[in-house]
C-alpha cells in the first residue's frame, strides 16, 4: 500500500471474497427456465436442469420474456453440505462426496 501511494497518491481499494464454484449457465425464453449447463471441458457442458430445479432461489419463472442466459457460480456452504450428508446417514442413504467447491462458515 505504501508503494503505491507514494508513486501514484492516495488510494482506495475494493476487495472481493472470490467464490470457487461450478460455472452455470441458465438459459430463460419467455420468462420460463429452459436448461442449466456447466461449462463441462470447455467446449461440451453438462445438463444439469433436474438438479438446478431443486435450487429454491432460482426462479423458474422471470418477468423477461425474451431469451436469456445467466452465467454465474453455484457452490454449498460447507454446514449445509455436513447436514445434508447427517439426514442422508440416518436415511442410510449414499453421502454425498466432498470436493473443493465447499467454503467453510
Not at 476487495?15 to 419467455?30: C, F, P, Q, R
Not at 455436513?82 to 462426496?97: S, T, Y
Request: glycine share 8%; aromatic share 6%.
Amino acid at each position: 500500500c505504501e508503494r503505491v501511494e507514494k508513486e501514484g497518491g492516495k488510494s482506495e481499494y475494493v476487495v472481493e471474497l472470490k467464490i470457487d464454484g461450478l460455472a452455470m449457465s441458465l438459459h430463460y425464453n419467455h420468462g420460463k427456465f429452459l436448461q442449466a449447463v456447466t461449462r463441462g471441458d470447455g467446449s461440451v457442458g453438462e445438463d444439469v436442469s433436474e438438479n438446478i430445479r431443486c435450487i429454491k432461489s432460482i426462479p423458474m419463472e422471470i418477468p423477461y420474456q425474451k431469451e436469456l442466459e445467466v452465467r454465474g457460480e453455484i457452490f454449498m456452504p460447507k454446514a449445509s453440505f455436513e447436514r445434508i450428508n447427517k439426514e442422508k446417514a440416518e436415511k442410510q442413504e449414499e453421502l454425498l462426496q466432498e470436493t473443493s467447491l465447499l467454503k467453510s462458515e
